[in-house]
Nanobody, 127 residues
Framework: QVQLVESGGGLVQAGGSLRLSCAAS????????MGWFRQAPGKEREFVAG???????YYADSVKGRFTISRDNAKNTVYLQMNSLKPEDTAVYYC?????????????????????WGQGTQVTVSS
């Protein structure tokens, strides 16, 4: 069982930056694939970024070059650094954890792969 708690959301102007954090409970955090998803009003929840147990990362095309996912296994925390934010990045951002698919395998981007979810944190980017 893993419990996830996100923080760091807020209101920022276009072009600005935010860093989201996701603190996880449990002693086996390092064995989980971690992902960030987001959901805008009226839209499906979509994959943003993922990181494998060994640190391999994968990004949605819409955020590549602007967002960076990282993890600190000693702190049981995964981060999402978001730079050059755009109004279309406005959404509720969710942290998710899924079973290890290989330490250096590409993180899955499908929602159904992840079986633990946080409560979400709102990110609003004004134009």
């Amino acid at each position: 069982q893993v419990q996830l708690v996100e923080s760091g959301g807020g209101l920022v102007q276009a072009g600005g930056s935010l860093r989201l954090s996701c603190a996880a409970s449990g002693r086996t955090f390092r064995e989980y694939v971690m992902g960030w998803f987001r959901q805008a009003p009226g839209k499906e929840r979509e994959f943003v970024a993922g990181i494998s147990s060994g640190g391999r990362t994968y990004y949605a095309d819409s955020v590549k070059g602007r967002f960076t996912i990282s993890r600190d296994n000693a702190k049981n925390t995964v981060y999402l650094q978001m730079n050059s934010l755009k109004p279309e990045d406005t959404a509720v951002y969710y942290c998710a954890a899924g079973p290890n698919n290989g330490w250096y395998s590409a993180p899955p981007s499908g929602r159904t792969y992840y079986n633990y979810w946080g409560q979400g944190t709102q990110v609003t980017v004004s134009s």
